[in-house]
């Protein structure tokens, strides 16, 4: 025919540079599946369950049980005096006799140790009943103060024994505590406070 035509070079060229159809339909979109068919995870590495935020049971600030103020079982509470750290007042009468114990006791422990455990004696009654009443305090204080000047004069007398002053000190400042403990002894008996001879007040 009059015009152009193809010769078979031609066509072969233009038979495999033109795309098939059946080639575009075989052509699917990759499944965003893993080979064991789930699903890749969220953005940012989350969990896929439970993924909207849904906090932990138990998440919502209750505090525990107690947290409120209410002190717990066995601890006592800050600035209320428990059982054990109150000590009832004596009556006067018990201050008189516990007082009189304050001199009798160390009157009693001078002679039988050499004077050595006199102020054991005063010391543990002091301990024991200085917060039990002003009266008893008064006396187991000025006892613990005698004998202070009790044991300040034995060790000098024991130093004293070199030159044998001592052996005559020694004694005497034993049978002149035994006094002084007697006398504060029946004061406390009587109910007077009595500030004994020749003690500074190194205990108050």
């Known amino acids: 025919m009059g015009g152009w035509s193809l010769d078979a070079g031609t066509t072969k060229e233009l038979t495999m540079t033109q795309p098939h159809d059946h080639d575009q339909h075989d052509a699917q979109p990759q499944d965003p599946r893993d080979p064991h068919g789930q699903a890749p995870p969220p953005p940012g590495g989350g969990d896929p369950q439970g993924y909207q935020g849904t906090g932990q049971q138990g998440y919502q600030g209750a505090p525990h049980q107690g947290y409120q103020g209410v002190p717990q079982q066995g601890v006592p509470q800050q600035g209320v005096p428990q059982p054990w750290q109150q ?28 004077g050595t455990l006199g102020f054991v004696a005063s010391l543990v009654v002091y301990l024991m009943y200085k917060d039990r009443g002003d009266f008893v305090r008064a006396h187991a204080v ?15 007398s024991t130093l004293l024994m070199v030159i044998l002053i001592g052996f005559i000190t020694y004694p005497l400042i ?20 009595w500030s004994p001879p020749l003690t500074p007040a190194f205990v108050r």
């Open 87 to 114: 000590q009832q007042v004596l009556s006067p009468q018990d201050q008189r006799n516990y007082g009189m114990l304050a001199h009798l006791a160390p009157a009693i422990a001078i002679p039988l140790s050499a």
């Open 174 to 193: 034993c049978v002149v505590a035994v006094v002084i403990h007697v006398i504060g002894a029946s004061k406390a008996r009587n109910g007077e406070l």
């Open 142 to 156: 000025n006892s613990l103060n005698v004998q202070i000047v009790t044991a300040i004069g034995l060790i000098l």
